[in-house]
């Protein structure tokens, strides 16, 4: 992976540099020494790494707004952080930069259950928000798989989703307003407590604007009330294409589950000797929950039960009880961490029409044979949002290229039928070079105008989301 | 100018030598009048692709919304933002079409459950100011590849591009409905009452008062409409008596007139539309100008007040958090809430990248 050329200028002004910052801030919270900025050399990606200039760690919005100020006037450049569980290299680093760290803020500034809403410091895990509330019967709802570890300001930079946005919608559809340091220091407030904004939709743009615009201190997030429970059904399949068509049959029925979740054989396998679930062995598998009262959950069981059964399932089990409904989600929960245990693997987020699931499933799999290396399919099959996990070694020189190369591949392929490259981890530098394939360059020139205005100089976390020749004059400017 | 196609826009803007109207179905006459030429889009009509199965359907911008709802209809599916119709409240005629529900970012009550229709826009394609096409987003429901110019361009009102197409999510219809009602409740109780609602576990899909009566709608299976309006009525009786209202055709009629804000069609003087938390909504209701009248939608997070024409109801309210939109009327104010100083500045700088010559329904949100 390719990353602009550090700016020796930059890296020979350090100690300068740390001690402009070490006047804003207290001195333990500018970490320049090179063994302890390691810690920041990379993210969730971890194929690549760099150590930065050095790491910040401020505790306010006002120490943000300092950081920035001095950054923008020295033209350093600057990668903001959440908790680094970016799986794209959206936190990565390049010698020449500022790490900017928000895990000091993680306060819980306002709680309003009449309003439903609660406002908190970015630097809070994604998991401590539902923390919070959830006493009083409350939660967040967008769920990515690292919530114990994710911060609310890389949610918000990536835009993430999780198992259960079929029904609760992303990061962008719960977020009302932030507080945003701009990259000259200026502190904006966008949005709040209350709905739809008129004027121009800037928060919608910041959402998913991977820090490349301002970095968000403080955000305001819709929280709901907990359902009364909630109940998984497992089905197993002989064919990819006939749990897809279930799939299809059951939103065209009006159920609309709060997650359908498909796996593939390879993937059962792993998956089922790592956690022992009891999963059938078959080629498709899917976990469909649904949400309510007791009764509620029964009445929309049967619906999706009838359906599943026009599809002569190899198995189809319903939880009764929590227990069964434990282990009907241990499989799929450990999905990711079996894989780990046997392999190094690449997980690619694609995104497709679910009509267009089996040819792309086909696809994948003429891929794997292509390129000699096996991948299992676990996602979210209500939203098409695609979780090929590739299988390479990466102690084995070339497979890592290799592997790059079959994911790029796939993509390409989700692209081709209607779909995006990322539909949840976002674009970082993993899929910033493959950014022509979806778009055109009128397109990306459109994109790389919102951050002229919010960003004329090009500092914040720019070496990413754009194709670096593309971006190569901004860049330089 | 009517253009036919996307090509044939891109030409129009192109051509242009001075400001241009851009115009859906000319229902929705919000914001300062445009100078220019009128360029409606209604030439570039029909749905591009409809997979009930994947829940998307693609549409040209100047489609009406009718055909699009019929379509779905079919498939017993439904735009589920529920998009209010502005014809009655603002006596326009003409054909509402989904480029200006985009454009407006037009939502009805059950926003407040599934969100707006920003919330529901997976896809757009537009011409910009200097006559290029572009595109950003697509047809799958999840997306966050590249920056989210969908968002952007839903509420700009056109003056960032035209839309030649939009890409929706939609959702099924839901087998049946009830509404529980309470009577002769005060703004104070009648938001305490929803605000109860919608912190409850009984997913409810539209909270609206109209000065008198407080409506809640719940959706979904026979059985469970059942089970939550009985959960309802008991949770609620702590507001005063609560009616239940099963009949699912007369609930639906009554949420198409909160969605169409006819409570204040016959209403004189300005209508103000402000988006508000639902806490601060009943202080706000009171210190409302003598002789006005309102509805609250969304919990109390909107209100729709017809006040005295001519009021600055901002100046006259003072400092509120919210965000208030004059709809409808005389009062010589800006329509959209000002913006601070460095917002005003962001918007002012995306403008002109978008539209250099600043030709786009040149100060319609000004």
């Known amino acids: 992976m390719e990353m602009p050329t550090p700016n020796a200028a930059i890296?020979?002004?350090?100690?300068?540099?740390?001690?402009?910052?070490?006047?804003?801030?207290?001195?333990?919270?500018?970490?320049?020494?090179?063994?302890?900025?390691?810690?920041?050399?990379?993210?969730?990606?971890?194929?690549?790494?760099?150590?930065?200039?050095?790491?910040?760690?401020?505790?306010?919005?006002?120490?943000?707004?300092?950081?920035?100020?001095?950054?923008?006037?020295?033209?350093?450049?600057?990668?903001?952080?959440?908790?680094?569980?970016?799986?794209?290299?959206?936190?990565?680093p390049t010698a020449d930069a500022v790490i900017l760290g928000v895990a000091k803020l993680n306060d819980v500034l306002e709680t309003s259950y009449e309003d439903r809403m609660i406002r908190v410091q970015t630097g809070r895990t994604n998991l401590s928000v539902t923390g919070a509330v959830e006493t009083d019967g409350f939660f967040y709802a967008p769920d990515p798989s690292s919530q114990l570890a994710c911060a609310i300001a890389g949610n918000i930079a990536m835009n993430s989703g999780g198992a259960h946005c079929l029904k609760y919608g992303v990061t962008t559809n719960n977020l009302l307003g932030v507080t945003m340091v701009m990259m000259d220091g200026t502190v904006v407030e966008i949005g709040g407590a209350h709905l739809d904004s008129g004027g121009l939709d800037l928060l919608g743009v910041i959402c998913g604007s991977e820090g490349q615009l301002g970095v968000v201190t403080e955000a305001t997030l819709r929280i709901l009330h907990k359902p009364e429970g909630a109940r998984p059904v497992l089905m197993g399949f002989d064919s990819s294409e006939v749990a897809g068509a279930c799939v299809s049959d059951i939103i065209k029925a009006g159920v609309l589950p709060v997650a359908i979740e498909f796996m593939?054989?390879?993937?059962?396998?792993?998956?089922?000797?790592?956690?022992?679930?009891?999963?059938?062995?078959?080629?498709?598998?899917?976990?469909?929950?649904?949400?309510?009262?007791?009764?509620?959950?029964?009445?929309?069981?049967?619906?999706?039960?009838?359906?599943?059964?026009?599809?002569?399932?190899?198995?189809?089990?319903?939880?009764?009880?929590?227990?069964?409904?434990?282990?009907?989600?241990?499989?799929?929960?450990?999905?990711?961490?079996?894989?780990?245990?046997?392999?190094?693997?690449?997980?690619?987020?694609?995104?497709?029409?679910?009509?267009?699931?089996?040819?792309?499933?086909?696809?994948?799999?003429?891929?794997?044979?292509?390129?000699?290396?096996?991948?299992?399919?676990?996602?979210?099959?209500?939203?098409?949002?695609?979780?090929?996990?590739?299988?390479?070694?990466a102690n084995k020189p070339g497979d890592l290229e290799l592997c790059e190369e079959m994911g790029a591949e796939i993509l390409k392929l989700c692209v081709k039928v209607g779909g995006c490259l990322t539909g949840e981890h976002g674009v970082g530098i993993e899929k910033r070079d493959l950014m022509n394939v979806q778009f055109d360059p009128v397109d990306l020139e459109a994109q790389m105008a919102v951050k002229d205005v919010f960003d004329p100089k090009w500092l914040l976390n720019p070496a990413k989301v754009f194709p670096l020749e593309t971006s190569q004059t901004r860049r330089a400017a | 100018m009517t253009p036919r196609n996307e090509s044939e826009v891109a030409a129009a803007i192109v051509e242009s030598t001075g400001p241009v109207r851009v115009m859906g179905g000319g229902t929705r006459p919000i914001g300062r009048p445009v100078p220019g030429e009128a360029l409606s889009v209604a030439g570039l009509s029909g749905i591009s692709l409809y997979e009930p199965g994947a829940l998307t359907l693609v549409a040209q911008a100047g489609t009406p919304v009718a055909e699009i709802e019929a379509a779905l209809a079919k498939e017993n599916q439904r735009l589920a933002f529920e998009p209010m119709d502005h014809r009655t409240l603002l006596g326009t005629k003409g054909t509402p079409t989904i480029g200006g529900i985009v454009a407006a970012n037009v939502s009805g009550p059950r926003r407040i459950a599934v969100g707006a229709c920003r919330d529901f826009l997976l896809g757009v394609r537009f011409v910009d100011g200097a006559g290029q096409i572009v595109k950003n987003g697509g047809r799958v429901m999840k997306n966050v590849t590249g920056y989210d110019l969908v968002k952007l361009m839903c509420g700009a009102y056109g003056t960032l591009g035209v839309l030649t197409e939009v890409s929706l999510k939609v959702l099924p219809r839901t087998e049946t409905q009830a509404s529980l009602i309470l009577h002769d409740a005060t703004p104070e109780q009648a938001v305490a009452a929803m605000s109860a609602a919608f912190g409850s576990p009984f997913e409810v899909t539209g909270a609206a008062h109209d000065g008198t009566e407080t409506v809640i709608r719940i959706e979904g299976f026979t059985g469970s409409v059942a089970y939550r309006a009985g959960e309802l009525k008991k949770l609620l009786s702590a507001f005063g008596p609560v009616d239940v209202l099963d009949d699912a055709e007369a609930s639906a009629a009554r949420w198409r007139?909160?969605?169409?804000?006819?409570?204040?069609?016959?209403?004189?003087?300005?209508?103000?539309?402000?988006?508000?938390?639902?806490?601060?909504?009943?202080?706000?209701?009171?210190?409302?100008?003598?002789?006005?009248?309102?509805?609250?939608?969304?919990?109390?997070?909107?209100?729709?007040?017809?006040?005295?024409?001519?009021?600055?109801?901002?100046?006259?309210?003072?400092?509120?958090?919210?965000?208030?939109?004059?709809?409808?009327?005389?009062?010589?104010?800006?329509?959209?809430?000002?913006?601070?100083?460095?917002?005003?500045?962001?918007?002012?700088?995306?403008?002109?990248?978008?539209?250099?010559?600043?030709?786009l329904n040149k100060g319609i949100m000004g």
């Open chain 2, 257 to 359: 007139a909160m969605r169409d804000v006819t409570p204040l069609t016959k209403a004189d003087g300005d209508i103000w539309r402000i988006s508000v938390r639902p806490s601060a909504a009943p202080g706000m209701i009171a210190g409302l100008p003598s002789g006005s009248t309102y509805m609250m939608d969304w919990g109390g997070g909107l209100i729709w007040a017809a006040v005295p024409a001519g009021t600055d109801l901002r100046t006259h309210l003072g400092d509120t958090s919210g965000h208030m939109t004059l709809i409808r009327g005389t009062a010589d104010v800006p329509t959209f809430q000002p913006e601070a100083a460095p917002l005003a500045a962001l918007s002012a700088g995306l403008r002109a990248k978008f539209d250099p010559n600043g030709i």
């Open chain 1, 11 to 92: 890296i020979s002004r350090k100690a300068q540099i740390v001690e402009r910052l070490r006047e804003v801030l207290p001195d333990d919270a500018v970490i320049d020494d090179v063994a302890e900025t390691r810690a920041y050399e990379c993210d969730g990606l971890s194929a690549y790494r760099c150590p930065p200039l050095c790491a910040v760690l401020p505790a306010s919005t006002q120490e943000v707004s300092a950081v920035l100020k001095i950054c923008h006037e020295l033209d350093i450049p600057v990668v903001p952080r959440g908790s680094g569980t970016s799986l794209a290299g959206g936190a990565m």
């Open chain 1, 264 to 393: 593939d054989r390879p993937c059962i396998e792993v998956c089922e000797a790592f956690a022992k679930a009891g999963y059938p062995m078959c080629d498709a598998l899917l976990i469909v929950e649904v949400e309510g009262s007791e009764a509620e959950i029964d009445e929309q069981l049967e619906k999706i039960i009838a359906i599943a059964k026009t599809h002569n399932p190899v198995e189809l089990r319903e939880a009764k009880n929590a227990d069964e409904a434990g282990r009907i989600w241990l499989g799929r929960k450990s999905a990711f961490g079996a894989m780990g245990q046997v392999n190094d693997y690449m997980c690619l987020d694609g995104t497709i029409p679910v009509s267009a699931l089996p040819e792309v499933l086909r696809g994948i799999q003429d891929l794997s044979k292509k390129f000699g290396l096996d991948v299992g399919n676990v996602f979210h099959a209500g939203d098409g949002n695609m979780h090929p996990l590739i299988l390479y070694n």
